[in-house]
Antibody
Framework: QVQLQESGPGLVKPSETLSLTCTVSGYSISNAVYWGWIRQPPGKGLEWLGSIYESGSTNYNPSVQSRISISMDTSKNQFSLKFSSVTAADTAVYYC???????????WGQGSLVTVSS | AIQLTQSPSSLSASVGDRVTITCRASQGISTALAWYQQKPGKPPKLLIYDASTLESGVPSSFSGSGSGTDFTLTISSLQPEDFATYYCQQFKSYPITFGQGTRLEI
């Protein structure tokens, strides 16, 4: 059974870097699928941030491209998000998820609430 | 970026009703569309992909149709557990985008 679990600080100060890790179990991240990050501000809709392929190639949302980096650690079966220069507007639940090259997000983590506040 | 516009934004219905939610893309996306259901405090759940293919384990009361720019999600007979927020999402091209959501209320 494929499971994803986000981990990382729940509170980040403005202008600092938000770092989250997604640990995958029941499936190798080296398989030919994408691993993505999606966020959802409180009471609002979903925003795709970026995805990484098993080869390590990445795609980012242009709206955050200058601030985001996604990487993977196959030895730990994890992938990570780094998001720099955060502001209060980046307060959201951050989800990690799996998707096929041409398909929907079929497995999701439970989500990690990250609050940006001093 | 491809914009997805859902209508209505909110919908009131009753158990047993048939409901339809629409999603319109700003440009043609063939059938590269997925639908999700999200309940409060939970991650979205994939219901349909490729516009009309039901994800494994999803009740057959859910169906999807459409291609190009116009898509629909239909729930044939509402059950109490179906009251949630629904999102469409396109995967035709990056950036991946979602509709703004449709809140289905009792």
């Amino acid at each position: 059974q494929v499971q994803l679990q986000e981990s990382g600080p729940g509170l980040v100060k403005p202008s600092e870097t938000l770092s989250l890790t997604c640990t995958v179990s029941g499936y190798s991240i080296s398989n030919a699928v994408y691993w993505g990050w999606i966020r959802q501000p409180p009471g609002k809709g979903l925003e795709w941030l970026g995805s990484i392929y098993e080869s390590g190639s990445t795609n980012y949302n242009p709206s955050v491209q200058s601030r985001i980096s996604i990487s993977m650690d196959t030895s730990k079966n994890q992938f990570s998000l780094k998001f720099s220069s955060v502001t209060a507007a980046d307060t959201a639940v951050y989800y990690c998820a799996r998707h096929e090259p041409s398909g929907g997000f079929d497995y999701w983590g439970q989500g990690s609430l990250v609050t940006v506040s001093s | 970026a491809i914009q997805l516009t859902q209508s209505p934004s909110s919908l009131s219905a009753s158990v047993g009703d048939r409901v339809t939610i629409t999603c319109r893309a700003s440009q043609g996306i063939s059938t590269a569309l997925a639908w999700y259901q999200q309940k409060p405090g939970k991650p979205p759940k994939l219901l349909i992909y490729d516009a009309s293919t039901l994800e494994s384990g999803v009740p057959s009361s859910f169906s999807g149709s459409g291609s190009g720019t116009d898509f629909t999600l239909t729930i044939s007979s509402l059950q109490p557990e179906d009251f949630a927020t629904y999102y469409c999402q396109q995967f035709k091209s990056y950036p991946i985008t979602f509709g703004q959501g449709t809140r289905l209320e009792i």
